[in-house]
């Protein structure tokens, strides 16, 4: 005899500490990346307008960032440069001064076990806002794959772990491996941005980092979110050429691709919860629209639950904080 009555579903939801024995899906700090924006100076620390609780830092506050992030469990974190100049070919980007190297040297020496990544990409640095150099109008594949690289083997010398391409382009994986191993940085790990979809939930960012592109979009570059199959292509392709673990972003309205990522390949996959779907739950909750400490701990856990293996999230400070005070809750 199967089914109702002798089934009953509902005896294992009646306490919270039977829900928590069959809970599948458990979030855990360990498993979050905190992106900071840093740029030169010391003793900055801005709050972006439209990502309240995010800041442009500068090297010094970054390390007291990543300080209060390791304390609360967190033990990665990703750089994002904000440089004090802009030029066409972005060549801040690859400046051994720059922000994003010196923050690198500083944590590394500070924090030896927080795993340092960097954003691997022009448009912050690009005087146009795009990721790549331009040809008339157009971002030039292949002129761009040197300047990336070169990006990438100056945040390796500077101690990165992980470098992490989101520039789009074609063949920049291979590229950025072939000069690291040439340079002698056989063990810094790539995190492809793989299926990176041209997407509104960017905005806020680019506020942040001043990145919006002068004219155009990057749907030249970017994935059309409407395609799935393609972006097993770019994931398989990224592998092939190198990849130490792939990104699926955004996150939420894409979850559908990082299952599918999660069960066709082997390697890790990432997602990016970024500043679009982070700012959203900040301005209701600000409006005392929802209850926050729920709809993070919903979404964070749909995310996992998709199948990614880390997260890329603005909440990860906070969502650690409230795991650590047994707070946050689904
Ligand atoms: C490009 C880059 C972007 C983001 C991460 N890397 C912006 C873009 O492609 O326009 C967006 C992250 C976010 O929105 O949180 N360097």
Redesign the pocket.
């Given at each position: 005899m199967t089914g109702f009555p002798t089934i009953r579903l509902r005896r294992l939801r009646r306490t919270a500490a039977l829900r928590s024995l069959v809970r599948e899906t458990r979030l855990s700090p360990d498993r979050f990346v905190a992106?900071l924006f840093v740029r030169l100076g010391s003793g900055k620390r801005e709050e972006i307008t439209s990502l309240p609780g995010v800041f442009r830092l500068s090297p010094d506050e970054a390390v007291a960032e990543a300080q209060a992030l390791s304390a609360a469990g967190v033990k990665a974190v990703i750089l994002?440069g904000i440089p004090d100049r802009k030029d066409d070919i972005g060549s801040e980007a690859w400046n051994d001064a720059a922000a994003v190297q010196e923050t690198v040297r500083l944590l590394k020496k500070s924090l030896p076990d927080t795993v340092v990544m960097t954003?691997v990409?022009?448009?912050?640095y690009t005087s146009h806002g795009h990721?790549g150099v331009l040809r008339g109008t157009e971002v030039d594949n292949d002129a761009t794959l040197p300047l990336l690289a070169q990006a990438a083997v100056s945040q390796a010398r500077a101690g990165a772990d992980v470098v992490a391409p989101?520039?789009?382009m074609d063949g920049r994986v291979a590229a950025i491996r072939r000069s690291l191993d040439a340079e002698g940085f056989g063990e810094v790990a790539i995190l492809a941005?793989s299926a990176?979809c041209?997407?509104a939930?960017?905005?806020?960012?680019?506020e942040?980092?001043g990145?919006?592109?002068k004219f155009g979009d990057?749907r030249g570059y970017?994935m059309d979110p409407a395609n799935r199959r393609e972006a097993m292509r770019e994931i398989a392709l990224d592998l092939e050429e190198g990849a130490d673990a792939v990104m699926v972003?955004?996150a939420l309205a894409y979850l559908d691709v990082i299952r599918e990522a999660r069960e066709r390949f082997d390697a890790p996959v990432a997602a990016?919860?970024?500043?679009?779907?982070?700012a959203m739950v900040k301005a209701a909750a600000a409006n005392g629209w929802i209850d926050e400490k729920r709809i993070v701990g919903e979404i964070l856990t749909g995310i996992f639950r998709a199948g990614a293996d880390f997260v890329?999230t603005?909440h990860a400070r906070e969502a650690a904080e409230w795991i650590a005070e047994g707070s946050l809750s689904v």
């Open positions: 992106p994002f954003d990409c022009l448009d912050e990721c989101s520039d789009m941005y990176k041209a997407s939930f960017y905005g806020p960012f680019r942040a980092a990145s919006a592109p990057r970017q972003k955004p990016y919860n970024v500043s679009g779907e982070y890329l603005y």
